[in-house]
Structures are given as C-alpha cells and as structure tokens.
C-alpha cells in the first residue's frame, strides 16, 4: 500500500491527477480503512470537483477515528466545504464541532474561534470576524495563520493599508505562509501594483508548487500584465480550482493540443456572456486552422455571429451536435494559447465581428438622435459576486448627464425607471429606452441600439464587449481593486481586445470622481469634433 501511494504523491506533484486518484484507490483496494490512503484520496475527489464524494469520504474518515485524533481532520472537512462555498453546511458542522469541544471541555477553543472568524468572512460578518481572530491571538500572539485570516476580513472592507500590515506580519512569523503571500498578491495587484503581485504569487507557488487557486490567479494576472505565453499556460489550472463555477464538456475525444493539422475541431463556451463575445474574436481565426469549426455559446448570440461567420456551426445547446461531427474539442479559455501569444496577435481581430440590424439602427437613430450626440449608457455590472464593486450608480454620472447636445440611450437590462426618474427630477435630463427590444434576451436588438449610438459609456459589462466587438467608440469605466477583471488588459488606456474602448480607471479604490471628470472632457472633444 506504500508504494501505490507513493506513486499516487508522485503523480500528484507531476500534475497528472487523474492518475494520482487511481494509484489511491489500488492502495484503498488493498486497505479500505487506511487512514493516509482515506485522507489523500478525499483531498483528490475535492481536487477534481467531486464534492460529494469527498465530503464522504472524511466523514468516513472522521467516523473511523475517535476524538480528539479526528479533530485535524474535521478542521480539514470544515475548511473544503469553505472552499466549496458550502456555507450552510460548514455552519451546521462548526456547531456539531462546538457541541463536542464543549463536552471535552474546551481543549480546541482556539481553533473554534479560527473557525468561527473563517465562517463569519464567508458570512460577511466582518466586525464579528475580527473579534474571533483577537480572542485567537489572545491564546497566541505570533499564530501567522491568525494574521493572515485577519487581513481578509480587513481587504474585504477595503482596508488595503490594515491587510497589508497584517499580511506582512503573517509573512515575518512564517515566510512558508502560502496563504499570506497569496492574499498579499492579490492586494498588490488589486491596487494597480501587478509587477508585485505576480512576485508574492510566483514566490507562493515557489513552496506549494500545485496550488491551482494560486496558478489560476497568477495566470490572469500574466494575461493581463501581457505576459501571454506563461498566462495562458497557468490560466488552464482553472479547472482544478475547487470556486471556478463552469464544468467542463465531457467527451471521449481528446484536448485540441495542436493545430498543425487541420482538424474538425468543437469549441463551447465556459464563461459569461460578455467574455463569450471576447473569446468570438478568435473565432475567424481558429475556423481558418480547422478543417471545420463548431461553436457552443448562449444562444442569444447566434444573431449576432452567425451572418458574420457563415463557416462557423453555431449551437446553442450540447444536444445540437453529435461527437462525429468533431475530432477534438477545446474550452473558450484556451483559444487564447492558440492565437493570442503576443500585442501584434490582437490586431489579427477583424471588426466588427459582430452583426446588427441596419433596420434597427435607421429606426433608433430617427426616434432619438434629433440632430444631436447619440449616447448609450449603462452602469450596473450584473457579476454576482463584484456587482458592486464593478458598478457606477447613475448619480455618479451627473456631470456627464447634464452636458448639452446629447441624447441618452439606456442600456441597462434591469428596470432602470426609478433612478431615472430620480436623476429627471433632480436635473431635468431624460435617458430614453428603446423599450420594444428585449436587450437581455435580444442581443441582435442590442447590438443594433448600440451601432446607432455615436458612443456608448459603460462599466465593465455585456455592453462594453458589445460595442468592442462592433468596433464602437466606447469610454469604460473601470474600478481599482476588486472587480477590475483581467480581461481589461490595456496598451496606451485602450484595450488590448477592443481597440475602440478607452479604459477610464478608479485612481482609488471604491472613487469614481477623477474617472468620471476624465470622461466629461473627453465627451466634450467628442462634441466638438
């Protein structure tokens, strides 16, 4: 049994998990109640995505073992249903873990008030997080993990300058501290300082070599700091990273790894709406290298692409398509190994990429234009977790609003009525909709408002990718920290993606003033153009 889980350890440090997980259960067959064998091999489920499994296995594991030995491993337990943002459960297992603490008395009341702060970051309870961390330290001053924990539950708030104190002090206790050196990163590059966070990232990866968060993390933040080749390599780790939320197409065809030959080749969308239109400016390009080219998207977009990209097969669904109709098959993410490996690669984008209605365009422009500047506008990010930090409210927009010679289009998908209504009242400017289109479920519609716009301003949503595929004039707002996305990479503020989007970005984090001025004066060149 030894040797097959050494040889799975092996496997797991080459990066081939698959294999990793078999030598475990040939060392399980031998010994169903190994302990070692139980707890590397539920790590190994939880690494591939099978929770459940996982989640049974240290129950197995727990149940096996009589307290205080099984601790660690419900402290393990505790910590993957975290990770897997399981919270309800890890709440219900905190307490059965309390309960049994409080019959023994208290001999783990430290690690249940580490628990307890991890639960309540998860919660958002972040003043409740803190104290639990205090009454931690107060058992131990110079826990590095304790200090870690705590600047979270302080960069969640937007603390920068307290996390960072925290972070560094976690990192002088233990400099093995992956943890720190991972949130350390990821503040540094939230705050502008990319060059940085790669260096604590790298440095983090340098002890835990097989962290797929970490490799994920650092992979976005090469692609945006152009370092394409390595990015692209890390960003593929994804997959193995227990919070990203897309599953993976099964097929018996293999991973396209060249395009030497030229193949039919199957591509299917993993992510949102608007990275699916970014990754559709490949899409010309991988159908010239295959043979032949099918593509699964949302299905609201094969309006939009499907006249532009009459070679292209485009489904809406996996039922659409049979395997033999591919040889091999590849997710939206890796496109970019393929064909965006340097600057120059970008400007082999053809645009727009994207079609419209000219119908639609001649209608609005009639309606709404009236010998004025014709803006669309949007402001909300519909992203569940960083909605509010990728958003700008309206009011926040005012002194662009109140410039004379525009007319405003809303390009919000949600009922926008009521802060209309507030900003009308407040300084007599109306934003018009075009209320016979469906602008979340029509994207021909939308893209068609769009392309009758002069220019459209927007936060980083579906609209910004819209008007960067159409090739339209398009002033980002974009926030510094949380919710600055990697996709929004730039040379010379325009991105790298949408050479029409200029990149109007928070100089603090959390303060849309100074973007906000910017894109006045630049409106007001518009006009007098």
């Not at 708030?157 to 960072?164: E, G, L, R, S, V």
């Not at 080749?265 to 990754?279: L, P, S």
């Amino acid at each position: 049994i030894t040797f097959y889980i050494n040889l799975s350890e092996t496997y797991k440090l080459l990066g081939n998990i698959t294999l990793s997980k078999i030598f475990l259960e040939y060392a399980l067959l031998i010994e169903e109640n190994n302990e070692l064998a139980i707890v590397l091999y539920a790590r190994v489920l939880f690494n591939t995505k099978d929770l459940k499994q996982s989640l049974l296995y240290y129950q197995k594991l727990i149940c096996s073992i009589s307290y205080p030995k099984n601790f660690k491993y419900k402290v393990e337990c505790f910590h993957k249903l975290i990770d897997s943002s399981q919270t309800e459960k890890a709440k219900f297992f905190l307490d059965e873990m309390k309960k049994e603490d409080n019959e023994e008395n208290g001999k783990h009341k430290e690690d249940i008030h580490y628990l307890e702060g991890i639960l309540n970051i998860e919660l958002k309870e972040y003043v409740n997080a803190v104290l639990n961390f205090e009454k931690c330290l107060s058992f131990d001053n110079n826990n590095s993990y304790v200090y870690s924990s705590m600047a979270v539950a302080f960069e969640r708030q937007n603390h920068y300058d307290k996390a960072i104190d925290y972070l560094k002090k976690s990192i002088s206790l233990d400099s093995n501290n992956t943890r720190a050196l991972n949130n350390l990163g990821i503040i540094y590059s939230q705050l502008g300082n990319i060059k940085e966070g790669i260096f604590f990232l790298k440095n983090s990866l340098k002890i835990d070599p097989n962290n797929n968060e970490v490799k994920y993390i650092l992979g976005q933040l090469q692609i945006y700091n152009q370092e394409f080749e390595e990015g692209w390599k890390n960003f593929r780790s994804r997959w193995f990273y227990s919070r990203y939320k897309h599953q993976p197409f099964k097929s018996s065809k293999n991973l396209l790894s060249s395009t030497s030959d030229k193949k039919n080749v199957f591509v299917w969308a993993e992510q949102g709406i608007g990275d699916q239109i970014m990754y559709g400016s490949m899409f010309s390009e991988m159908a010239n290298l295959s043979k032949r080219l099918i593509v699964k998207f949302d299905k609201r977009l094969i309006k939009v692409f499907k006249n532009k990209h009459p070679n292209i097969k485009f489904v809406g669904d996996y039922s659409e398509l049979t395997e033999d109709e591919f040889d091999f098959h590849l997710p939206f993410g890796n496109l970019g190994g393929f064909l965006r490996n340097n600057l120059n690669s970008f400007k082999n984008s053809k645009k727009p990429y994207v079609d419209f209605d000219e119908k639609i365009v001649k209608k609005v422009r009639e309606k709404y234009k009236k010998n004025n500047f014709l803006v669309g506008i949007s402001w909300t990010s519909y992203n569940g977790l960083l909605k509010e930090d990728k958003s700008i409210y309206l009011k926040n927009l005012i002194p662009i609003l109140k410039l004379k010679n525009i007319n405003f289009i809303d390009l919000e998908y949600k009922n926008s009525e009521i802060e209309k209504d507030e900003i009308f009242k407040k300084i007599g400017i109306k934003i018009n909709s075009v209320k016979e289109i469906d602008i979340f479920n029509d994207m021909l519609g939308l893209s068609s408002i769009i392309s009758a716009c002069d220019l459209v301003i927007t936060c980083s949503n579906v609209n910004a990718h819209m008007a960067g595929a159409l090739n339209k004039k398009t002033f980002l707002f974009l926030p510094l920290g949380k919710g600055r996305l990697w996709n929004w990479s730039s040379y010379k503020d325009k991105s790298i993606w949408y050479p029409s989007v200029s990149i109007f970005q928070q100089s603090k984090p959390g303060d849309w003033g100074d973007p906000v001025v910017k894109v006045k004066k630049e409106v007001l060149n518009c006009l007098n153009c």
